[in-house]
């Protein structure tokens, strides 16, 4: 018993004390303040309200997107694309309080739905859009265009995306 000193006894039971109080307080902290982002839907089909000016025909997008936390990347497909393709995210992002907004540049032939040739011109696009379960609407801003596009889009279900790529 000669090597338990009272002071090194409260000096050992305070810090222990000390420790589990911080803890506890750091975890009712967390617990009530830290919130992980929502999950995003990772594709949508944008709708254009209008035909861009400069394509013939222009079809139905899929907006295919990666979410690590509040930060996206994101790709621009065409809806006609098969749904295995590996298309590298083209457009990066943030999500803040439901907001969604991207940016990068997308390929006209995309776009346009045209086939792809080597010299296509890539174009700036913003894409920002309010998140929430059922049809969203957002705008589109070209780079090559003055004016902001409208579109709807709406998220792709399971069997929406195991459709199509069993019809492929």
């Known amino acids: 018993m000669n090597h338990f000193n009272f002071k090194s006894l409260v000096f050992y039971g305070v ?3 000390s420790v589990l109080l911080l803890f506890k307080t750091v975890t009712a902290y967390g617990e009530n303040n830290l ?3 929502p999950k995003v839907s990772d594709r949508y089909r944008l709708t254009l309200a209008e035909k861009l000016p400069d394509c013939e025909k222009s079809d139905t997008l899929i907006l295919n997107i990666e ?3 509040i930060y996206l ?3 621009v497909l065409s809806a006609n ?3 295995d393709i590996d298309e590298k995210p083209t457009l990066i992002g943030i999500l803040k309080n439901q907001q969604l907004n991207l940016s990068g540049k997308v390929n006209t032939s995309i776009l346009c739905n045209i086939p792809q040739s080597q010299k296509d011109a890539l ?3 913003t894409i920002q859009m309010q998140v929430v379960d059922t049809n969203i609407a957002g705008q589109l801003t070209l780079n090559s265009i003055p004016q902001t596009l409208k579109f709807t889009a709406v998220p792709e279900t399971v069997e929406e995306k195991e459709k199509k790529s069993n019809s492929h």
Do not use: L, R
């Open 15 to 17: 810090a222990i004390s």
């Open 35 to 37: 919130k992980a982002p």
């Open 67 to 69: 979410q690590s936390g």
């Open 73 to 75: 990347n994101a790709s």
């Open 81 to 83: 694309a098969n749904a």
């Open 123 to 125: 174009n700036s696009v």
